[in-house]
């Protein structure tokens, strides 16, 4: 498989490209938006929930900001991986194109976006207090992390919908119900203990506070939490390589 990514690097780079540049079409401020929009949505809802549900939480800005982030590049990527099969269906009808390097390059884009937000969050650290030092430079650790890991669903994903295009809209309220179950804008302290297994079971739970670890907190990622993520990345790109390589051979039949 990595000789064949080594091969079609320049098909995977144009569609990487693609995507870009078709999520910023004939906007005036491109991708400047990939940092105003984590932005203005953290200050609607800090507004919101610091001032009518008054979270207990020091520097909420922060602590909102990279919870939003961390969920936005997994819901757009998987969710954007999950249609890259039935999108480019009329160019997997005409020539041989490695079927994966969809998704891949859709995964991949989304995590470009979330690169260019990181200025978004270096600039709120900075208006909070709290100046970053060398320790920012590990998010790429959980960052690594949670790319295998959207790889892995948005493999799965991308099989599944060729023969279930009801998964659209399934996937849609398993999303709606992730932003809920995984503490963005609310402490993790507020759970009841009837209800811990709803961060428990939650892959998002541990990648999110992987990258507060680092960015809210300013240390390193633990070792511990590292170590979940990382079984859970390998885990879920393994069980999407299986199943996308099993489901691939019939796609032409359904797209």
């Given at each position: 498989?990595?000789?064949?990514?080594?091969?079609?690097?320049?098909?995977?780079?144009?569609?990487?490209?693609?995507?870009?540049k078709?999520?910023?079409?004939?906007?005036?401020?491109g991708?400047?938006?990939?940092?105003?929009?984590?932005?203005?949505m953290?200050?609607?809802?800090?507004?919101?929930?610091?001032?009518?549900?008054?979270?207990?939480?020091?520097?909420?800005?922060?602590?909102?900001?990279?919870?939003q982030?961390?969920?936005?590049?997994?819901?757009?990527?998987?969710?954007?991986?999950?249609?890259?099969?039935?999108?480019?269906?009329?160019?997997?009808?005409?020539?041989?194109?490695?079927?994966?390097?969809?998704?891949?390059?859709?995964?991949?884009?989304?995590?470009?976006?979330?690169?260019?937000?990181?200025?978004?969050?270096?600039?709120?650290?900075?208006?909070?207090?709290?100046?970053?030092?060398?320790?920012?430079?590990?998010?790429?650790l959980?960052?690594?992390?949670?790319?295998?890991?959207?790889?892995?669903?948005?493999?799965?994903?991308?099989?599944?919908?060729?023969?279930?295009?009801?998964?659209?809209?399934?996937?849609?309220?398993?999303?709606?119900?992730?932003?809920?179950?995984?503490?963005?804008?609310?402490?993790?302290q507020?759970?009841?203990?009837?209800?811990?297994?709803?961060?428990?079971?939650?892959?998002?739970?541990?990648?999110?506070?992987?990258?507060?670890?680092?960015?809210?907190?300013?240390g390193?990622?633990?070792?511990?939490?590292?170590?979940?993520c990382?079984?859970?990345?390998?885990?879920?790109?393994?069980?999407?390589?299986?199943?996308?390589?099993?489901?691939?051979?019939?796609?032409?039949?359904?797209?």
């Open positions: 498989m990595l000789k064949t990514f080594y091969k079609y690097k320049y098909l995977l780079y144009v569609l990487v490209m693609r995507d870009i078709k999520k910023y079409r004939r906007s005036v401020l991708v400047v938006w990939s940092m105003l929009n984590p932005l203005l953290m200050i609607i809802t800090a507004m919101v929930f610091s001032t009518l549900f008054r979270f207990n939480v020091e520097n909420y800005v922060l602590y909102l900001l990279i919870g982030v961390t969920f936005t590049f997994f819901s757009e990527s998987t969710n954007f991986a999950m249609g890259s099969i039935l999108e480019n269906g009329s160019l997997i009808k005409k020539v041989y194109v490695p079927k994966y390097l969809f998704p891949f390059s859709r995964v991949v884009s989304s995590c470009v976006n979330l690169l260019f937000t990181i200025p978004a969050i270096i600039i709120m650290m900075v208006y909070t207090g709290q100046i970053p030092d060398w320790h920012i430079i590990t998010f790429l959980p960052l690594l992390l949670m790319l295998i890991f959207c790889l892995g669903v948005g493999l799965i994903l991308s099989a599944g919908v060729v023969y279930f295009r009801d998964m659209f809209h399934l996937y849609g309220v398993v999303l709606t119900g992730l932003n809920y179950a995984t503490p963005i804008f609310y402490p993790e507020i759970v009841p203990q009837e209800y811990r297994f709803l961060l428990d079971y939650n892959p998002l739970y541990y990648f999110v506070r992987s990258f507060r670890e680092v960015l809210y907190s300013g390193m990622p633990s070792w511990d939490n590292t170590l979940l990382l079984v859970m990345a390998i885990t879920t790109l393994v069980a999407g390589v299986v199943i996308f390589r099993r489901a691939q051979n019939h796609f032409i039949l359904y797209i």
